[in-house]
């Protein structure tokens, strides 16, 4: 049997220590870069710098919950001129791809609210209980925003009774005061 071949090149200059920089260049290390350490201080600067660091506060953390929760809260306005331009791309005629953007307009911002304390549920500690009820409140108003979206495409569609014609079918026969004709003539 013959030996194994050797290695390619790749390995050997991935186990070995990089090499030096050489000290007569004219080019500064770009902002930001420091040389290479061996693996061995490498291991060490870990190592401490996993006990220097020093665990945040309650009010730090706190107001990292507050930020993260108002993210959220803007969370469906930055979905809002996506859906715009979809409703617009769809038409106004009734498509059932239209029908499926317009169902998901409703569902979508229904279902965020009705979900709303187990989504705001992480960012909830005594510190952010009290702060916490106006990014729900914004929460709720864009998720509104959505469902406006939606109705407003319904409208566009033709579908929203918005007209007296829509609502012919419970209008009573009109009974007349007074008449041109007498009414043997009819």
């Known amino acids: 049997m013959s030996p194994p071949p050797p290695p390619p090149q790749w390995v050997y200059d991935l186990n070995s220590a990089p090499a030096s920089k050489p000290k007569s260049s004219s080019i500064p290390d770009p902002p930001g870069y420091s040389a290479a350490l061996s693996s061995k201080q490498l291991s060490k600067s870990s190592k401490t710098a996993g006990t220097v660091r020093k665990a945040p506060t309650t009010e730090e ?13 803007i969370a469906p306005a930055k979905q809002l001129p996506m859906n715009a331009i979809g409703m617009y791309m769809t038409g106004n005629t009734l498509q059932i791809f239209s029908m499926f953007m317009v169902f ?63 609502w012919l079918a419970w209008e009573g026969e009109r009974t007349w005061s007074e008449r041109a004709v007498p009414r043997e003539w009819l």
Request: hydrophobic share 55%; net charge positive.
């Open 61 to 73: 953390m706190d107001v990292l919950k507050m930020k993260k929760a108002w993210e959220l809260a």
């Open 104 to 166: 998901s307009l409703f569902k979508t911002p229904v279902m965020a609210v009705l979900a709303l304390q187990r989504v705001f549920a992480p960012f909830e500690t005594p510190g952010t209980s009290g702060r916490l009820i106006g990014v729900k409140v914004v929460y709720v108003l864009m998720n509104m925003l959505m469902l406006g979206l939606g109705i407003w495409k319904v409208n566009q569609m033709g579908l929203l009774p918005t007209t007296r014609s829509d």
